[in-house]
């Protein structure tokens, strides 16, 4: 895209969107009309001014919500499917604007925030089909004196809080099956990328979201806005996406009231190299198990653990492959790697290399921050850090590759399993038994088996160990919002 078309396009955008709080059914300003300035990553500056919602705003939301719970709880399973399909056809319909909003706000090359638009707006799809499939059972005790009935109900008005590296996505995993169940919700969004929940909020208002059911407050103080609502009986549900830190600060707040919680944490996973590996898939896999989202993901290979026996020719094919990467604003065609989210987020990644080269590592590309305006940082691969090098233990959350070598099964499946994290794992092997005996052993919610991506809204996502608590996507996506329900009968042929 030309730099005058994607200026006018984002001048455009930006001046007709809404920039306000969304509270009952309504675009309104922050108390004291406060705002915040988001900026671009690619070069630093402010895109525009956003409400900056405070307590009392966030109380109105939850009020609303509270209001409209019952109301939305009854509506007919049907029309609350039809809402969430007209959302996903809307969506669909502003992919493009979905994505440059994206790309602007956070950084990633348009081509992935395309790719995001699609993946955002198919949870929504997905659970406009699970909306009427909400279902019950009846049965028989084991004495057959009695009957056994089960049934689900909303949870209740629920706070969705997300994070910024898919900020599509992330949101529409939520407010979804919310949505589906007869939720009502308040989302609060990342301080970073409020933008495209805001014009998820006006899509779903066109979508025919009634008042009060789906309610958003950008704000600039998270702990305080939000705080007070995990404390107010009506809210009855938490459902947050972020960092191990915050979501276990928010699980303590949220045992005051025994809050419903679904934890969708951080990661570090490990990315396993067989000798009897296809070399080619593996590095094809790694390329996108590392580089998707520029490696800010929660998914994102952390570890590369390759077998002794084949880790020269992967290393010599995957740097070929990295080399190849083109980093710039992610609104420039030809561009594969955007810049980080912040100046935050560069410090760290290069604080994690100076660390690694520290605990032995040898930089094999990349590693150093390039001159200029944004938050840029080369794709790097690195071989040989220690295993108490930062990075082997924390999210790198940046375009690092770290490789270290493993001599058998054995030790490739301990070095996996050493961390507390354990979101996802993937390995590369073309022995069938190898492989499922990997989804046994591996502690992690999740396997990407020879597959370097395997996201999707059919299957369910989510975290053993302190990756999180909970499902996201697939049919226990909705369960996460439905409360069960046990009627005990007596015997109708006593
Ligand atoms: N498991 C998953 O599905 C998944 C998906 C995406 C991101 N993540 C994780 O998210 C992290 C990156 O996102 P981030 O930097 O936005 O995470 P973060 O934990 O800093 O923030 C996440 C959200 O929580 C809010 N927040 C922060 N402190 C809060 C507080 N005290 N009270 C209430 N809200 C608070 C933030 O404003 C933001 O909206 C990484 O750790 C990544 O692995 C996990
Ligand atoms: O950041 C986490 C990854 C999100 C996803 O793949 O759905």
């Known amino acids: 895209m030309t730099d005058q078309l994607t200026a006018r396009r984002q001048d455009e955008l930006l001046r007709t969107m809404h920039t306000d709080l969304y509270i009952d059914g309504a675009w309104r300003e922050a108390t004291g009309g406060r705002r915040f300035a988001v900026e671009n990553p690619a070069t630093g500056e402010e895109l525009t001014t956003v409400a900056d919602a405070d307590p009392a705003d966030a109380m109105a939301a939850l009020d609303a919500a509270d209001r409209a719970q019952a109301g939305w709880a009854r509506t007919a399973p049907r029309e609350r499917g039809e809402i969430l399909r007209r959302a996903f056809e809307l969506i669909t319909a502003r992919a493009d ?13 348009l081509a992935e925030s395309k790719g995001e638009a699609t993946y955002g707006a198919e949870f929504f799809r997905w659970f406009s089909e699970e909306a009427v499939r909400i279902a019950g059972r009846y049965s028989a005790a ?3 004196k009695s009957r056994v009935l089960v049934t689900k109900r909303p949870v209740g008005p629920s706070i969705l809080i997300t994070p910024w590296n898919f900020p599509l996505a992330m949101g529409t995993r939520k407010i979804g099956p919310a949505l589906a169940a007869g939720c009502t919700v308040v989302l609060k969004p990342a ?9 998820l909020a006006q899509v779903l208002e066109e979508a025919g979201v009634p008042a009060g059911v789906v309610n958003l407050v950008p704000t600039t103080r998270a702990g305080d806005t939000t705080g007070p609502l995990l404390q107010d009986p009506r809210a009855r549900k938490l459902s947050f996406t972020g960092s191990t830190g915050v979501g276990r600060a928010l699980l303590a707040d949220a045992s005051g009231q025994v809050l419903r919680t679904s934890m969708e944490l951080g990661g570090n996973a490990p990315f396993l190299v067989f000798e009897d590996a296809d070399v080619d898939a593996a590095v094809a896999g790694a390329m996108a198990a590392k580089f998707r989202n520029g490696g ?38 030809g561009v594969t790697l955007g810049p980080l989210v912040e100046e935050k987020a560069r410090d ?24 200029g305006p944004g938050w840029f940082y080369p794709a790097t691969v690195l071989t040989g850090a220690g295993p108490q090098a930062r990075l082997h233990r924390e999210e790198i959350f940046g375009p690092v590759v770290s490789i ?5 099964e054995a030790e490739a499946v301990r070095l996996a399993n050493d961390t507390e994290f354990g979101l996802i794992s993937f390995a590369f092997t073309t022995d069938l038994a190898r ?7 591996l502690e992690t919610g999740m396997l990407g088996l020879n597959s370097g991506v395997i996201s999707n809204p059919a299957a369910p996502f989510g975290g053993v160990k302190q990756s999180g608590i909970g499902r996201e996507g697939a049919h226990e996506g909705i369960e996460e919002y439905l409360e069960t329900v046990y009627v005990g009968i007596a015997d109708p042929l006593a």
């Open 404 to 408: 270290t070598t493993f001599a058998d």
């Open 348 to 371: 760290k990644v290069q604080a994690f290399v100076a660390d690694a080269v520290a605990h032995g590592a040898a930089v094999l590309l990349g590693g150093e921050v390039p001159e």
């Open 296 to 333: 800010e993901a929660c998914t994102a290979a952390n570890r590369f653990l390759v077998h002794e026996a084949v880790a020269e020719e992967f290393t010599a094919k995957l740097v070929e492959k990295v080399r190849a990467v083109r980093l710039g604003p992610g609104t420039d065609d």
């Open 97 to 109: 604007d979905f994505a440059l909003l994206m790309t602007l706000e956070m950084g990633k090359p």
């Open 435 to 441: 492989g499922l005996r990997m989804a046994e052993v």
């Open 191 to 199: 301080q970073l990328t409020p933008l495209t929940a805001l014009l």
């Open 142 to 144: 084991t004495d057959n």
